[in-house]
C-alpha cells in the first residue's frame, strides 16, 4: 500500500492517462469537480489530469464546448484595458474599492520569471514574494501562479490578479468581462465568479499561511452597463467558502477511489506519433463505464463526459433532473417508477418504498382521472 | 501592394488573440482547443515573419535587408506602408513612436503611444503594428550596433532584467528610466500625466482627443478635478490641478522607486551585454533563478 | 416540479413522446403574434447582430447588424427592428376606443426562450433614453422601440399576462418531456419530444435536434462553431471592405452574411410557429379571454400614456415601487394558479394530491333542505360527496367548486373511513330566489363535483404607502424620475 499521493499513486494514474502529459486545474475545473463530489468517474479523470474532451470525443461522444472567438476577444480587450496601464486605471479602481493608501501602490508582475515557462519555479517565485518580509511586499500582484489541493493531490491555478492590502490582508481580485447594468449582472455569472473566487481564496490562504490573512471578500471587475468602461465591486465568498470546503472534503481522497478501480482500467487512447487515436473506442467506452459516474443535468454544463454519461443514465430517473427524482420519491429507474405508479406489479412492494409507491399510485390515478374528466367535460 | 501589409497587422492581431486564447485553453484544461489553437498560432507566426521580412525591406530606409521588387520612383514618404495616416505627417512609424515617447519621457505600452501621438500630433497607427516595431529595431541593432541615433527598445523588469511585457521606451534614455521596479508603473503613470498635462497647457486649442487624453489621466490621479471617480471622469479638467496633484502623489513615491530603479540600472549595466541592456536578457538562466529564489526563503 | 408532472416526463419516456400536463391552454394565442427571433454578439452584453422578425410566417424579416461592435450600425439595427415592431403595435392602437374601454385586441409578441426575453429588455434599457435631437440624435424610431421592448419585457414578469411570451415557457407549461429541465431550455428539442418526425422517438429527434450544426441554436447567443468559422471572417471582410472603399466588395460580404444568418434563423422561425400551431390547437382555459383583457386594458394605457408624452420607464424601480410591484406580481401568480385549477382538471389534481381540493361522487342530497333557524326560512340545501382524496378542510372551512365557482359552500361534517371521507357541505347562493333551487344549481345525486378552498375571484393587492409616504427605511421619498441627459448619450460599445 503506497502512501496517499505517493509513487504508487502516480504510477496508476499515469497508467489511467496513458502516456499523455498531464492537464493542469483550474478555478472553473474545480468548481465543476466540486458540484459533483459524488461522481468517482470525474474524480479520477481528473486527478490522473486527462484529456476529458480528446476521451469523450473517441469513446463517441464528442461535446461541443467551444468559445466563441467574439467573447474571446472580448474578454481579452476588456482585461488588456486594465493591465496594459496598471498604474492608473486599475490601481486607481482598487483604491477607490479596497479604500487603498496612497503609498500602495507597488505592481509585481509575477507572470514573468525570466521567461521561464516552468509551472514549479514560477510557484515558488510567487509564494517568495507574497510572504517575503512585509516591508519587501507590494501592493498588486499579477498572475500569482498558486497551488490547490484536490482530491489529496496538487493542481496549479492562476487568478487573474490580487489585491494586498496595507493591514496585512490580501484580496483576490477577478477581472470578468460580463456586463453589470444598473447594477446588475447575470446571476449565474456572478455565481460562477464567486465560487472561482473561493477556490483561490483557499489556495492563496494555503499558500500564505500564517504569514497574512486572505479576506473573505473578493474584489470583481466587470464593465459597467454597455461600455467598457470597469466597475469594482466586493464580493463576499463566504458561503462559497463554505460550499466549497464541504464539497471538496467529501471528494474522496483519489486512493481511495483506486481502490474500486480494476487494475487493467485505462483511459489512454494510445495515440500514435501523430498525435491520432489508436485505441478501439468501444474497449475505452468499456473502460470508462467501469468507473462509477453520478449524472445529473448539472454535468452538462460541466464536465466534458456529460453525453456519455447522461446516454449509459437513459432509463433512470437521475436523467430528468434531482427534483424530479425527488419527486418520484427517490426512485431510480424509469420503468420501475411506471410499474410502482400503475400498481401492476406483480411482486410485493418492498417496506422502503411503500410510501413513494403509494403517492405515484395516487398520482397515476388523478391524473388518469383527470384526463378522462377532460376528455368527458364533465367539470 | 499594401495587401501584405494589411495582412501583416490582421495577423499580428490575430496571433496576440490566439496566444491569449491558447494561454487560456491551457489554464481551462481545454487541451482540444489549445492544440487546435497552438496550430493555428504557429502558422500564423509563420506568416507574419514572412509578411514582416517583407515589410521591413521595404518600409524602412536605410535597411540592410535586400529591397524587394517594386517601382522605385516614389519619393521617400510615399514610401509610407498602406494604412499610414493620409493626412497629417508622413513619418515612419519608429519617428512617430519617438514623438510620442519623447513627449511622455517614460516606458509606456503600444496603445497609450498611439493615443498620444493621435493627440498630439494629429495621427494614429494601429497598435499590433508596435510589436513588431520593437523586433526590427533589435534586428537592426544587431546588425549594426548604433547605427542610428536612437533605436525604440524595451524597458526591463528589475528582478529578472527580462524586457517588461509590452513596454516600449528609447535606447537614450538612461537605464534607470527604462527599468521597471514595482512602484514605477505608478510612478510613470504620474510622470506621464504631468507631461500629457503640460504638453497641453501649451496648445491653445487642444483637440479633443488631447483633453480626453488628459482626462483619462485626471480621473486615475486622485484630487485632480472636482468629482471624479475611477475611469469616470466629470467636469472640466484643468492641466494646471492635474499636474499639481500629480506631483503631490509622485513625492510619495519618488525616493523608493528611484533607489530601486538605480539599483537595478548597475546590476544591468554589469550582467548584460549591449543589445541585451536594451532589448532585455533574453535566455532565461534557471540555475541563477533557482538560487535567487532559494536566497529568497 | 410536482410529483404529477414528474409522473408525466416518466410517461413521456415510457410512450416515446411528450405527454400533456395541462388538458387546456392557459395562455392566450393570438391570431396574428409576432415573432421575434434575436441573435447577438457572444460576449457582448447587447450587441445585436440579427433578427428575424414578423407576423407573417410566409414573409419572414430579416435584420442585421453588420458590424455588431459599431456604435451606428447598432442603432441602424435599431431603427430597422423600431419600424417593424412599431408598425406591429400601431395596427392594435387605432383609433380611440373611449374613456374606460380598451382596444378590441392587443399585440403578441413571442420569443424563443428566456435569454430572447433577456434581449429583449437590455435592448429596451440601451434604446428607450435616447433622444432625436441634440449632441447623438437617434432615429425617432429607436426610443419608441426602447420604451415598448421595455414595457412589453415588463408586462412578461405579470404571471397573468401574455403579451409577451417564450415558446419554451409556454410550451413547457403544457407539455412534459423526457429531458430535464435545462434541456427543455432548447427549443429544438423540446419540440422535438412533443412532436417527434414520423419513425422516431422523441428521445432520437432530441438526440438529433441537440446537435447545432443541425438545428442552430435559438439564440440570442449563436453556436460558437459558427461564429468561428462563418460570422468571424464575414465581420472582418466587411469591416476591410467599408475601410478601404470598397463598395462592391461591401455589397458581396454583406449579401453572404445575410444568406449565412438566414440559414441559422430560419429553422428557429419555423420552430416558432410550430409552437404557436401547437398551443393553439389546445383549447382554451375559461379564464384565458378574462385575463387577456386585462392585457388589453394594460395595452391601452400604454398608449396613452406615450401619446400624452409619458417619459421612458426609469432604471430601476424606487423602494416602494419595488415593493409594491413584488407584492403583485406574487398576488397575480396566486390568482393564476386558482384560474388554472378551475379551468383544468389535471391541475386541480395537483391540489388533490395536496388535501387543497377533493372530487367524488355526490352520494346524498338534500336539494330543498331549508333552514328555519331564523325568522325566514332560507334554502340551503346539502350534499354530502366521497372521496378518496385526502381532504385537508376542516368543519366551518368556505368551499368553492370550478363548476359554480360563484356558490358559496361551507363544510358541515367530514367523516373519514378506511381510504374513503365523506364531506357534507351546506351550499349557500347561487341557487335563485325562490325556496327550490334553479335547476341545475344543486348538484344532483351520482354527479361527480369537486370542491376547493381557493377561490378564482379577484384579491385586491395589499395596500403601500404612497409615493411621498415611502419609510426613511427605504430612502425617503423617491425623487420623481426625470431622464437625464448622460442616459441619452451613454455608450454603447
Ligand atoms: S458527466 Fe459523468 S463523469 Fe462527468 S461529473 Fe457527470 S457523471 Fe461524472
Known amino acids: ?379 | 501592394m499594401g495587401e501584405p501589409l494589411d495582412s501583416a497587422e490582421a495577423l499580428e492581431e490575430r496571433i496576440s488573440a490566439l496566444r491569449a486564447a491558447v494561454r487560456r485553453a491551457v489554464l481551462d484544461g481545454d487541451a482540444d482547443r489549445a492544440r487546435a489553437l497552438r496550430r493555428d498560432l504557429s502558422h500564423a507566426e509563420q506568416d507574419w515573419d514572412n509578411a514582416l521580412d517583407a515589410q521591413a525591406a521595404r518600409a524602412q530606409p536605410g535597411s540592410l535587408e535586400p529591397a524587394p521588387e517594386r517601382d522605385d520612383d516614389q519619393s521617400p514618404a510615399e514610401r509610407q506602408p498602406r494604412g499610414e495616416p493620409r493626412g497629417g505627417t508622413l513619418l515612419p512609424l519608429r519617428e512617430q513612436v519617438h514623438e510620442a515617447l519623447s513627449l511622455l519621457q517614460v516606458p509606456a505600452a503600444p496603445r497609450l503611444i498611439a493615443t498620444v501621438h493621435e493627440a498630439f500630433y494629429a495621427t494614429s497607427f494601429p497598435t499590433a503594428r508596435l510589436t513588431s516595431l520593437r523586433r526590427d529595431e533589435e534586428r537592426s541593432f544587431k546588425t549594426a550596433p548604433f547605427a542610428r541615433p536612437y533605436y525604440i527598445c524595451a524597458a526591463l523588469a528589475a528582478d529578472f532584467l527580462s524586457p517588461s511585457r509590452g513596454l516600449l521606451a528609447i535606447s537614450t534614455w538612461p537605464m534607470e528610466r527604462r527599468i521597471i521596479g514595482s512602484l514605477s508603473p505608478r510612478v510613470d503613470f504620474l510622470v506621464a500625466a504631468i507631461n500629457v498635462a503640460q504638453a497641453i497647457e501649451q496648445i491653445p486649442q487642444p483637440v479633443p482627443a488631447a483633453r480626453a487624453l488628459l482626462a483619462r489621466f485626471a480621473a486615475n490621479v486622485r484630487g485632480s478635478s472636482s468629482a471624479n471617480s475611477a475611469g469616470r471622469p466629470s467636469g472640466r479638467i484643468e492641466p494646471r490641478s492635474v499636474i499639481r496633484a500629480a506631483q503631490a502623489e509622485l513625492a510619495v513615491h519618488q525616493d523608493e522607486d528611484h533607489a530601486a530603479r538605480a539599483e537595478a540600472a548597475r546590476r544591468a549595466r554589469e550582467q548584460l551585454d549591449e543589445p541585451e541592456q536594451l532589448f532585455g536578457a533574453a535566455s532565461f538562466r534557471r540555475a541563477a533563478t533557482a538560487d535567487k529564489l532559494a536566497g529568497e526563503r | 416540479m410536482t410529483t404529477l408532472t414528474s409522473l408525466a416526463k416518466v410517461e413521456a419516456i415510457a410512450l416515446d413522446r411528450a405527454q400533456l400536463i395541462r388538458t387546456v391552454r392557459h395562455v392566450h394565442v393570438s391570431p396574428r403574434p409576432l415573432i421575434f427571433v434575436p441573435l447577438q454578439l457572444a460576449g457582448e452584453a447587447c450587441a445585436p447582430l440579427a433578427a428575424m422578425v414578423g407576423d407573417d410566417r410566409d414573409h419572414e424579416r430579416l435584420l442585421i447588424a453588420y458590424e455588431p461592435r459599431d456604435r451606428t450600425e447598432r442603432f441602424r439595427f435599431a431603427a430597422g427592428l423600431g419600424e417593424v415592431i412599431l408598425g406591429y403595435v400601431d395596427g392594435y392602437a387605432a383609433g380611440d376606443p373611449g374613456e374606460g374601454v380598451p382596444y378590441p385586441d392587443a399585440p403578441q409578441v413571442w420569443v424563443p426562450n428566456a435569454g430572447g426575453m433577456k434581449f429583449a429588455e437590455l435592448l429596451g434599457r440601451s434604446t428607450r433614453f435616447r433622444r432625436t435631437e441634440g449632441p447623438h440624435p437617434v432615429p425617432a424610431s429607436v426610443p419608441l422601440l426602447g420604451r415598448w421592448v421595455t414595457y412589453l419585457a415588463e408586462r412578461a414578469q405579470h404571471p397573468l399576462s401574455s403579451l409577451f411570451l417564450s415558446a419554451t415557457q409556454a410550451l413547457t407549461a403544457h407539455w412534459a418531456t423526457g429531458q430535464s429541465a435545462t434541456e427543455d431550455q432548447n427549443l429544438a428539442t423540446l419540440l422535438a419530444w412533443i412532436a417527434p418526425p414520423p419513425g422516431q422517438t422523441g428521445a432520437q429527434a432530441a438526440l438529433l435536434a441537440e446537435n447545432p450544426a443541425r438545428c442552430p441554436p435559438a439564440g440570442p447567443v449563436t453556436d460558437p462553431d459558427f461564429d468561428r468559422d462563418v460570422l468571424e471572417g464575414l465581420i472582418k471582410a466587411i469591416v476591410a471592405a467599408r475601410q478601404s472603399g470598397d463598395a462592391a466588395a461591401r455589397e458581396r460580404a454583406q449579401a453572404l452574411m445575410a444568406r449565412e444568418l438566414h440559414s441559422v434563423l430560419k429553422p428557429t422561425w419555423d420552430l416558432m410557429w410550430q409552437a404557436v400551431d401547437l398551443l393553439r390547437s389546445l383549447p382554451p382555459g375559461d379564464h384565458v379571454a378574462e385575463r387577456w383583457k386585462t392585457d388589453r386594458f394594460s395595452f391601452t394605457g400604454y398608449v396613452r400614456y406615450l401619446q400624452e408624452g409619458g417619459v421612458p420607464q426609469a432604471r430601476r424601480d424606487a423602494a416602494v415601487d419595488a415593493a409594491r410591484r413584488l407584492a403583485r406580481l406574487e398576488n397575480e401568480a396566486q390568482q393564476l394558479a386558482a384560474h388554472m385549477a378551475y379551468d383544468d382538471p389535471l391541475v386541480m389534481a395537483e391540489y388533490r394530491m395536496t388535501g387543497d381540493a377533493f372530487a367524488g361522487p355526490v352520494v346524498r342530497a338534500e336539494p330543498d333542505r331549508l333552514d328555519e333557524t331564523g325568522k325566514r326560512a332560507r334554502l340551503r340545501p346539502w350534499i354530502t360527496v366521497e372521496t378518496t382524496d385526502d381532504v385537508l378542510a376542516e368543519l366551518g372551512a368556505d368551499l368553492r367548486s370550478p363548476a359554480r365557482p360563484a356558490q358559496q359552500a361551507r363544510v358541515i361534517e367530514v367523516e373519514r373511513a378506511g381510504e374513503r371521507t365523506r364531506v357534507t357541505i351546506e351550499l349557500q347562493s347561487g341557487m335563485g330566489r325562490k325556496l327550490v333551487p334553479e335547476p341545475g344549481s344543486v348538484p344532483g345525486l351520482g354527479d361527480v363535483v369537486c370542491y376547493t378552498t381557493f377561490k378564482a375571484e379577484f384579491q385586491p393587492p395589499p395596500k403601500f404607502p404612497d409615493r411621498e409616504d415611502t419609510p426613511w427605511t427605504h430612502g425617503g421619498p423617491p425623487p420623481e424620475y426625470v431622464p437625464r441627459d448622460e442616459e441619452a448619450a451613454e455608450e454603447w460599445e
Open chain 1, 1 to 379: 500500500m503506497s502512501s496517499p499521493g505517493g509513487a504508487g499513486t502516480e504510477r496508476r494514474l499515469a497508467w489511467l492517462r496513458g502516456g499523455e502529459l498531464p492537464q493542469t486545474h483550474n478555478a472553473r475545473t474545480i468548481a465543476a469537480l466540486a458540484s459533483n463530489p459524488g461522481c468517482a468517474r470525474r474524480a479520477l479523470l481528473d486527478a490522473a489530469a486527462t484529456r476529458k474532451q480528446d476521451i469523450a470525443e473517441h469513446a463517441g461522444y464528442p461535446v461541443p464546448f467551444g468559445m466563441s472567438p467574439f467573447a474571446l476577444s472580448r474578454g481579452v480587450v476588456f482585461e488588456r484595458q486594465l493591465k496594459d496601464d496598471p498604474g492608473g486605471l486599475l490601481l486607481a479602481l482598487l483604491r477607490e474599492t479596497l479604500n487603498l493608501d496612497i503609498a500602495e501602490v507597488g505592481f509585481t508582475d509575477l507572470n514573468d520569471v525570466g521567461g521561464s515557462p516552468d509551472l514549479a519555479v514560477r510557484h515558488a517565485r510567487t509564494k517568495a514574494v507574497l510572504t517575503g518580509r512585509p516591508d519587501q511586499r507590494g501592493t498588486l500582484f499579477d498572475h500569482p501562479l498558486l497551488r490547490f489541493r484536490v482530491g489529496g493531490r496538487h493542481a496549479y491555478l492562476e487568478p487573474d490578479l490580487i489585491a494586498f492590502r496595507h493591514d496585512d490582508t490580501f484580496h483576490v481580485v477577478e477581472i470578468k468581462s460580463f456586463a453589470v447594468i444598473d447594477g446588475q449582472a447575470d446571476p449565474a455569472k456572478v455565481a460562477a465568479a464567486a465560487i472561482q473566487s473561493a477556490v483561490y481564496v483557499l489556495a492563496m490562504r494555503d499558500l500564505v499561511g500564517d504569514t497574512a490573512t486572505v479576506h473573505h471578500e473578493s474584489v470583481l471587475i466587470c464593465p459597467r452597463d454597455f461600455a467598457n468602461t470597469p466597475l469594482a465591486t466586493t464580493l463576499d465568498v463566504r458561503k462559497q467558502l463554505g460550499v466549497l470546503e464541504r464539497q471538496l472534503s467529501r471528494i474522496a481522497g483519489i486512493d481511495s477511489v483506486l481502490a474500486h478501480v480494476p487494475a487493467d482500467v485505462s483511459f489512454s487512447l494510445d495515440a500514435d506519433e501523430k498525435g491520432v487515436p489508436q485505441r478501439d473506442p468501444g474497449d475505452l467506452l468499456r473502460d470508462i463505464k467501469r468507473v462509477d459516474a453520478n449524472y445529473s443535468p448539472e454535468c452538462l454544463a460541466s464536465c466534458e463526459l456529460c453525453y456519455l454519461c447522461r446516454d449509459e443514465a437513459s432509463g433512470s430517473t437521475s436523467v430528468l433532473g434531482k427534483s424530479v427524482r425527488e419527486e418520484l420519491g427517490g426512485i431510480e429507474s424509469v420503468p420501475r417508477a411506471l410499474k410502482l405508479a400503475r400498481g401492476d406489479d406483480p411482486l410485493p412492494v418492498p417496506e422502503d418504498l411503500r410510501e413513494a409507491a403509494a403517492i405515484l399510485r395516487r398520482a397515476a390515478s388523478l391524473r388518469r382521472d383527470a384526463l378522462a374528466a377532460a376528455r368527458a367535460e364533465t367539470w
